[in-house]
């Protein structure tokens, strides 16, 4: 009735409100110190990281348990999943970081947040060393004077390792002074220069000319999730709104999307991977796979294609802007750890970790996310389970270090008996770490997206089209970690649908 429909609308915007109110007003929280209240040494764990994996382990850790010093050359948690929107304007970058701040200050306890990364990990003495450096675009490092950067160290007796990983280049020449990524939010925002740029710089030369055809050519290489979704914002970008602003433009302006494999969107239904394929060709997004990209130089992509017939063909491909979007390789902090460790000597691709997440070969550094190698994918949804995991783990670990510490003084024979039996059910409650694949979702431009989703053990479902967008939408803003960047992602896709996408370069 409508009297429900009004109770719930108002016990929803209670609920928001209340949440809202919490996120925005900070409660006092429990000071750092050597002791907790018991008289036992209150553990330090230093987090490195402000990703999917780091920050959701903040987020979920009952920080009054530990020292938490957080360390990462960015201040904010960015919600990736959306950042393939923001280069267009569909979804402003604000709205998708949070500050680390905020997330910490949000926990029962103190916690110390160090901008800056780490250049070295000593697992032996425990020590982590750490260089000030900004993730931002105008500032890069401080310096005590002009040319000496800030750099120290932290002491940890648990490390979370949570660095994730860069893309890769595979050492093809060219792509890295040529080429943008799409990682981090100030990529985002160099992707949108570069294009207009281009736009602009084309407006200048004549119709119809080569070097115009060239600046307003959109490459993207690499057809997994991230650049799929690229290619399908910008091309609905030029499409649907600078169609409006520069009529005609849409015509000129070219995307190109480029993928050695058969196929785009390899680890999504066979059925989704042909329905995305079909949308591309309708909206005619130049799709180029059989097409392996070789080199890289200012003005081409030079790639060679295989056709039906198994042949060869050498191409090039002319592009004013170029992104580079073909996959994860390991960053060299973690690599520089995985030769510190003799069990890690064959991690190539990430960190080898066991079944509580711990690294192998040391007992006081945990790893997650996109650093690690296991059977699962480097993803967010992985990197955001094994989180809440670990905050969990961490408080068993906590839990069972006091016991020890209270059998260690304890001196009555009962009382030492039961403290034992506490221990060894503490010790039973440390569980593995499951993963459960909960789907995968991908845009796929003109209001459409594709999803492979998983209800409990047997109920799969494949399913593209409208309807899907509007889950993907849904499903999206849930899993945003804030209830500020919730809502600002929400009015940012309700500004667009008033007055579109705008044309400005910043
Ligand atoms: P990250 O989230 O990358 O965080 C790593 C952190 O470590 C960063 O804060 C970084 O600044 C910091 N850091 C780097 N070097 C150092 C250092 N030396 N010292 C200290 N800190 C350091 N996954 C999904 O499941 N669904 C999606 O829809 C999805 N969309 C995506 C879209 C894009 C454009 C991209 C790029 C990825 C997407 N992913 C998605 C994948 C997902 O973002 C990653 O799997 C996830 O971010 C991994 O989390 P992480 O914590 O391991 O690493
Ligand atoms: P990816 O590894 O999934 O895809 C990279 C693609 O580049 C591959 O298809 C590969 O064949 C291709 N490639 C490699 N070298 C090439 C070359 N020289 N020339 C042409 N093509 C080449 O990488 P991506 O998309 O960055 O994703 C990384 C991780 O993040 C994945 O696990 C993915 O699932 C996840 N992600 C998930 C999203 C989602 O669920 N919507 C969105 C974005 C990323």
Redesign the pocket.
Known sequence: TWRAALLSALGGTAYVGYQVYKEAHPTEQIPQSDLKPNGNKRKTIVILGSGWGSITTLKHLDTSLYNVIIVSPRNYFLF??LL?SVPTGTVDVKSITDPVRTVARATPGQVLYLEAEATDVDPVSKKVTIKHKSNSMTFGEAMINEEEPIITTVDYDYLVFGVGAQ?TT?G?PGVAENASYLKEAHDAVVIRQKIFNSIEAAQLLPVGSEERKRLLSVVV?????????LAAEVKDYIDQDLSRWLPGIEKEMTVTL????PN?L??FNQKLIKYTEEVFKRQELDLRTN????KVDRKNVY?VHKNASGEQESIAIPYGTLVW????GPREITKSLASKIEEQKTARRGLLIDAYLKVDGSDSIYALGDCTFTKN????QVAHQEGIFLASHFEKLSKIDDLQYSIKTETEADKLDKLNRRLERAKASLRPFEYVYQG????IGTERAVADLVWGDFSNVSTGGSLTFLFWRSAYVSMILGVRSKILVCFDWLKVGIFGRDCSKE
């Open positions: 990736t999943p393939p893309t595979f093809i290489c690499g057809g997994g999730p991230t650049g799929v979704e480029v993928e050695a494999l785009v390899n680890a097409t392996m990209v070789k790639a979007a073909t996959g994860n994918p480097p993803t967010a995968s979702l991908a845009y």
